[in-house]
């Protein structure tokens, strides 16, 4: 019997950097770095930190997942990446480090979508996944109803915000009750002693007949009330407001979930993303789709965060079926549509000559050349260059000359025994 590949998932559309190693339906490692903390005084994520935060933590966080699992580089049969959504600079970091891991490795690369990642990572907690399923995913900057036929496949759009996420809302509600960002945990917490009907907060396209959210009337329903107490010099009750807006996220949440499986016959649900690690909205979903009879999959909270882990279920199940790898012109596109499982496209720009490029450059490759004492065996000459290189050189052409490859890097390179 042929072992499941082992596929290695890089995820780095926001502020985790995010490497996993799943085999089959297996989670062997999941090694997250969050940058978190460096963006919590500007209240928010800020892209540029965040990218470079990236570049910071990818090695370090690719090394830990290796020796979590036990496995070598060489032991790596595909590698899968984030390439959208998400912010545009954080994905090119990830993109283009999966980029080089798969050339370097010579296996297969799929660039896959975020959202349908957030799906398969269900199947490492709960199996295969159920066809079809609707799912619901929610974090800062998505909340959105998916059909799903086949994850690997064929995701639906039924409904998603209209302006703000609900993790963005949490996050801007948080600030205004002086809680630290991100704002889910804190007023998660908060609310555990307060009263979700003490303020009647409104809900957005609560009964409008569509399958859409808008959490920016409730944002601001909220921000109004607390200043409306502050001006007039009371005291805000910061657990009674958290308990109150938390409900009013959940309940809109999860009534359109339980909608959108009855209006498609569907009787499982997924929730995932960062905000379904929430206690309240994973209390009322378990309520409301056991009343309706639906069966509820939420992974557990470490697995609704961003992670590596989550890329690596997708590429596995894409994978372990065979389907087609993406080119290594894959662009990262922080708009791709949730309906692009796999990207199959390079960019229009660069994506022929990158493919063309690369191509020729891993043709003039020794295949696992052995290193000893820093020395490189012999290639084969190509566009007229001679049929050796110096010391330590990577390639043949004088331009790779220029950073020579030292012993600990060329063995790196070459597969487990």
């Not at 921000?223 to 009750?237: D, F, H, K, L, S």
């Amino acid at each position: 019997m042929t072992a499941s590949p082992l596929v290695l998932g890089i995820e780095t559309s926001c502020d985790e950097t995010g490497i996993g190693l799943v085999r089959g339906r297996e989670l062997l490692a999941d090694a997250v770095a969050s940058s978190v903390g460096e963006h919590a005084r500007f209240g928010g994520v800020v892209p540029e930190v965040a990218s470079r935060a990236h570049l910071e933590a990818m090695i370090p966080a690719f090394d830990r997942a290796l020796a979590t699992a036990g496995a070598r580089p060489g032991d790596i049969d595909a590698v899968a990446v984030t390439a959208g959504p998400g912010l545009a600079g954080a994905l090119l970091v990830g993109v283009a480090a999966a980029k080089a891991y798969a050339l370097a490795l010579g296996k297969p690369l799929y660039g896959v979508n975020h959202l349908a990642a957030h799906i398969a990572v269900d199947q490492l907690e709960h199996g295969a996944l159920p066809s079809p399923a609707v799912a619901l995913l929610v974090s800062g900057g998505h909340s959105s109803l998916l059909l799903v036929p086949d994850v690997a496949t064929e995701v639906i759009p039924l409904g998603a915000t209209i302006d703000d996420a609900a993790g963005e809302a949490y996050d801007k509600v948080a600030r205004v009750l002086g809680l630290p960002f991100p704002g889910g945990p804190p007023i998660d917490k908060a609310a555990r002693d307060g009263d979700p009907a003490a303020i009647a907060f409104p809900r957005g396209k609560y009964r409008d007949g569509t399958l859409d959210f808008s959490f920016a009337g409730l944002k601001t329903a909220v921000a109004r009330w607390v200043e409306a107490r502050q001006a007039a010099g009371e005291p805000v009750p910061v657990a009674d407001v958290a308990a109150s807006f938390q409900e009013a996220v959940a309940d809109v949440l999860t009534r359109k979930a339980v909608q959108a499986c009855r209006a498609h016959g569907v009787r499982d649900l997924i929730v995932g993303g960062g905000v379904a690690a929430n206690s309240r909205l994973r209390a009322l979903a378990a309520s409301r789709c056991d009343d309706a009879g639906i069966r509820l999959r939420v992974p557990r909270p470490g697995l609704c965060t961003d992670n590596g882990a989550m890329v690596a279920a997708l590429g596995a199940e894409i994978a372990g079926r065979g389907l087609p790898p993406s080119p290594l012109g894959l662009p990262a596109d922080s708009s791709l549509p949730v309906t692009e499982v796999v990207v199959r496209w390079a960019d229009a720009d660069s994506g022929d000559r990158y493919d063309h490029g690369i191509a020729r450059i891993a043709a003039r490759q020794p295949q696992h050349a052995p290193v000893k004492g820093g020395q490189t065996g012999a290639v084969a000459a190509g566009d007229g260059e001679q049929a050796s290189r110096p010391s330590g050189a990577v390639g043949t052409s004088p331009a790779l000359w220029a950073r020579p490859m030292d012993a600990e890097l060329a063995a790196w390179s070459r597969p487990a025994p």
